[in-house]
Structure formats: structure tokens, C-alpha cells
């Protein structure tokens, strides 16, 4: 039975799923799919950055052939992903994780800008805010997956519009990757776009 302090954690403190979610999750499995299966006994592996509830690593896991873990920064998401079923540990963008681990990295980064003499102090901030320009988060998280990365591995990154979609493609491509949009939705202030990236 879920305490009022864990609905308060899920309601204040951890990110739920949300428009850019299920566009996540939709393209990175319809992608995921088509991919030949191969021989290997282990299942190929994929790491959700920035878990938040789990949603993501939980679909992608329940509905591929990979197994998926979770890391966020946020104690609060980890436990929640963990009540979903996904093995989520803590962790500050792809810091922990060995060279070449991961046959799939997804990402739907905080990209909302803001101002930061305006930001606050606490969990939901941080998984929302980009920065000034939006891209804050996601300029370290591209200088850094291509070592946590196999060699024939793709990224999923979503962008919003409000981001810089150019610009992140721009900055992927400074870290050798090359870009191909997956899947686009519009809303009334932004259009959000799934990016694969891949060496």
C-alpha cells in the first residue's frame, strides 16, 4: 500500500510520464524492433539516463529484446523506477558506467530553458530545467555517451524545439555521431523530435 509521503515524492519530487515519454518510448521500440536478432545468449543492453519513473525503461524492456536499466540523479526517481520493475541505480549522466557497456542509451533530457535566477531548489526543477538555452544537460551527456557506448550502439535523444534541434544536431555531430529524426510531434508551443544518433 502506497504512504502519503511516496504519492507526494511521485506528485512533487519525480518526473511522470508525459507527451515526450510515450514519443520516447514509442520510437526507441518501434526502432529497437526492427533490428535483427543475433545469437547472443546475453540480452543486448540499454541504459535509460534521467529514469524518472521508469516509464521508458519499463516499455522498452517489456517490449524488445533488450534489458534496460535505469540511473538518475534523483533518489526518489531510482526508488520509483525500482517499484516499476527496473533495475535503476543512481547516477549522474553516464559518470559510473564502464567504456562500451551499453548497445542502446535513451535520453529525454531536461531541455526546458529557464532562467536561472528564476529556478528553484528541489527535484522537479532539475529534471525540467536546460538552462538558458536548453541545453544545458545535453551538451555533457553528448561529450560523454560515446564511451559508454558499443561500437555498433545508437542513442535515443529527445529534443524539443524550444531546445535547438540544429543546434543538438550540431553538437552530436561535433562528438562523431550522425543524426536521423525517428519520430516528430507538434503541440501548441513546441514541436518534439526523437533523434537517433549513431557512429
Known amino acids: 500500500m502506497t504512504d502519503l509521503a511516496d504519492r507526494r515524492d511521485a506528485e512533487t519530487e519525480v518526473y511522470q510520464p508525459a507527451e ?3 514519443l520516447l518510448a514509442d520510437a526507441a ?10 545469437d547472443r545468449s546475453d540480452a543486448p543492453l540499454a541504459l535509460e539516463v534521467g529514469t524518472g519513473s521508469g516509464y521508458v525503461a519499463e516499455k522498452v524492456g ?15 526517481a531510482c526508488r520509483q523506477a525500482r517499484e516499476r520493475g527496473v533495475e ?4 549522474d549522466l553516464l559518470e559510473p558506467f564502464r567504456d ?15 532562467d536561472p535566477d528564476a529556478e528553484r531548489d528541489d527535484w522537479m526543477e532539475v529534471a525540467l530545467s536546460g538552462g538558458e538555452d536548453g541545453r544545458k544537460v545535453i551538451e555533457p551527456f553528448l561529450e560523454s555517451v ?11 535523444l529527445l529534443v524539443s524545439s524550444l531546445t535547438g534541434v540544429d543546434e543538438v544536431v550540431a553538437l552530436a555531430e561535433k ?10 510531434e507538434s503541440f501548441p508551443f513546441e514541436t518534439l523530435t526523437v533523434l537517433k544518433l549513431v557512429r
Open 100 to 114: 562500451d557497456a551499453f548497445d542502446a542509451v535513451l535520453f529525454n533530457p531536461p531541455y526546458l530553458p529557464t
Open 62 to 76: 517489456d517490449e524488445t529484446d533488450l534489458r534496460v536499466l535505469g540511473s538518475d540523479l534523483n533518489p526518489h
Open 88 to 91: 535503476a541505480v543512481r547516477a
Open 146 to 156: 560515446g564511451r559508454a557506448l558499443a561500437p555498433d550502439g545508437a542513442v535515443y
Open 29 to 38: 521500440v518501434a526502432d529497437l524492433q526492427s533490428l535483427p536478432s543475433d
Open 20 to 22: 515526450d515519454s510515450h
Open 175 to 184: 562528438e562523431g555521431f550522425s543524426a536521423v529524426a525517428l519520430r516528430d
